[in-house]
């Protein structure tokens, strides 16, 4: 089978793979699209995850092959993937801190070179864990492949709202018009909130707009925090949420907040991308700094729901759809200063 393998930073090469042996209880897939997410933009990137690796998580495709005692599903039958579950056992998941559960660090859909989700290959196995504890959505026939690779991107935008405490009225400030970014957006007018969005391209920026965002500002303004606050009749944010890693995003918020209010980061940071905070801005206005990663799994039928019924457009925010051979030139793109990508499908097929 051909696979995109990560050879080392920014290094994706077109290969052939033996493909992966079904095993009791476990599941083969044929993947027909598989979302590029901001973790998989990272990875390739940086030197967080050692080569060689296949990525993709926002895997969806077809049954090509049970294992035995797998009795819930059958070849044919078309799904999504998530990726990874967690034990829903231990004192992180009992906490709603899923992404710390080991099982759900340990254990992932793979086409090879351990569990890293495996959807930039054309087949992936689903280990028996994720087989056996719901990691298979069945797709309803009217529910295109494309939609279906939103359910994890949707978890994650509900993740995050949830840990702000969202309620209808309160004005958040999206920092970044990606994928994320803009499913938050959507999020944001469905449950009744206002929403401010910042991004370096004006295109996204006017797409923010016309999802639904009540202002949006470009971020390469140097007085950023001027013009929300100026928004927000001098008072600033009472909530902010970074969704790529930047410092000059991370300080443009602290100088757009309110005293007592939130910052909650939900993109991942390469070290090179780290800022360095003084504790005292914090502080002495009383911020809460928060962070959110990976899916709630408490939160997992909201997000089918939402990706199934089709009351919010999340198709349109797909911006590239390509082949597999061709991935490395469209992350290219998508990591580009000022890009104007918002979310990349990938068809190994």
């Not at 990525?55 to 070849?75: K, P």
């Not at 089918?304 to 999340?314: G, T, W």
């Amino acid at each position: 089978m051909k696979a995109q393998v990560f050879r080392g930073v920014d290094r994706l090469c077109y290969e052939d793979l033996p493909q992966p042996i079904v095993e009791p209880g476990e599941v083969l897939i044929n993947v027909e699209a598989t979302g590029v997410s901001p973790q998989d933009l990272r990875f390739v990137k940086s030197n967080t995850i050692e080569p060689p690796c296949v990525f993709g998580s926002e895997i969806v495709g077809t049954i090509a092959a049970v294992g035995e005692g797998v009795t819930q599903c059958w070849e044919g039958q078309r799904v999504a993937t998530i990726a990874r579950i967690p034990c829903m056992r231990c004192r992180e998941c009992l906490a709603d801190r899923f992404s710390l559960c080991l099982t759900y660090q340990q254990i992932a859909t793979t086409a090879g070179f351990g569990p890293f989700g495996g959807g930039f290959a054309e087949v992936v196995k689903v280990p028996a864990h994720i087989v056996k504890h719901g990691g298979l959505i069945p797709l309803p026939g009217h529910v295109t492949f494309d939609r279906a690779t939103f359910i994890q991107g949707t978890n994650a935008c509900l993740n995050a709202l949830d840990r702000v405490r969202y309620r209808p009225g309160q004005l958040v400030w999206i920092l970044g018009a990606g994928s994320i970014g803009l499913t938050l957006v959507l999020l944001a007018k469905h449950f009744g909130l206002k929403s401010i969005v910042s991004d370096p391209n004006v295109d996204r920026l006017d797409f923010a707009l016309d999802l639904g965002a009540d202002v949006a500002f470009c971020s390469d303004s140097d007085d950023l925090h001027t013009k929300v606050r100026a928004f927000t009749d001098g008072r600033g944010v009472e909530t902010a949420v970074l969704t790529q890693p930047s410092q000059v995003d991370f300080f443009h918020a602290l100088d757009g907040l309110q005293p007592g209010s939130q910052l909650l980061c939900l993109s991942d940071y390469a070290l090179e991308d780290a800022a360095v905070l003084d504790p005292l801005s914090l502080t002495r206005r009383q911020i809460d700094l928060l962070s959110c990663s990976g899916l709630s799994f408490r939160l997992q039928s909201m997000a089918i729901d939402l990706v199934f019924d089709y009351r919010l457009p999340f198709d349109a925010i797909v911006s590239d759809r390509v082949a597999l051979a061709d991935l490395p030139e469209a992350i290219a793109r998508s990591t580009a200063e000022k890009t104007a990508t918002r979310k990349i499908l990938v068809y190994p097929q």
